[in-house]
């Protein structure tokens, strides 16, 4: 033990040595995406999502499974069968002339998106749906609106 003044320095000195070392590698991995430009940042979000698009659908509530279901079958992940349940039942529970909405993370085609959903119920039991959405689901929505009885649709 008459060494231990001479051990301890030395376990200190090899830390900072180790610290300095890990510093500057964190720095240099960091500089790197500093460096991008805005360009490159640009055309990364732009892979990461898609454009959306809207269409407004007027129709009463007994149709509105053929519409989610026409989204359902557009989407490969993220808006499953109990998400559609649970959101047929808030509209049709909706008191009347309220304004809701229900935003979806949601993959489409491989590539992240949202689906933006927003209605809103008359005393008639016709409901006014709002869906924001990528273009490949608002495409299907407007093939499927026209095969619905007494639905509307409007961009």
């Given at each position: 033990?008459?060494?231990?003044?001479?051990?301890?320095?030395?376990i200190?000195?090899?830390?900072?040595?180790?610290g300095?070392?890990?510093a500057?590698?964190?720095?240099k991995?960091?500089?790197?995406?500093?460096?991008?430009?805005?360009?490159?940042?640009?055309?990364?979000?732009?892979?990461?999502?898609?454009?959306?698009?809207?269409?407004?659908?007027?129709?009463?509530?007994?149709?509105?499974?053929?519409?989610?279901?026409?989204?359902?079958?557009?989407?490969?992940?993220?808006?499953?069968?109990?998400?559609?349940?649970?959101?047929?039942?808030?509209?049709?529970?909706?008191?009347?002339d309220?304004?809701r909405?229900?935003?979806?993370?949601?993959?489409?085609?491989?590539?992240?998106?949202?689906?933006?959903?927003?209605?809103?119920?008359?005393?008639?039991?016709?409901?006014?749906?709002?869906?924001?959405?990528?273009p490949?689901?608002?495409?299907?929505?407007?093939?499927?609106?026209?095969?619905?009885?007494r639905?509307?649709?409007?961009?």
């Open positions: 033990m008459q060494y231990a003044y001479l051990i301890l320095p030395g200190v000195c090899c830390g900072l040595v180790f300095w070392f890990l500057r590698a964190l720095e991995r960091y500089d790197r995406a500093s460096l991008s430009s805005s360009d490159e940042i640009l055309d990364e979000l732009e892979l990461a999502y898609t454009p959306r698009r809207g269409i407004e659908i007027r129709t009463q509530t007994e149709y509105l499974p053929f519409v989610f279901g026409c989204i359902l079958e557009n989407v490969d992940s993220g808006f499953e069968d109990k998400q559609l349940r649970s959101l047929l039942d808030r509209i049709v529970e909706q008191e009347p309220k304004t909405n229900a935003l979806i993370p949601v993959k489409v085609s491989g590539v992240r998106s949202e689906i933006d959903l927003q209605w809103s119920r008359d005393s008639e039991d016709c409901v006014r749906l709002f869906v924001l959405a990528a490949k689901v608002i495409r299907a929505l407007k093939k499927k609106s026209k095969t619905i009885p639905a509307l649709m409007g961009n």
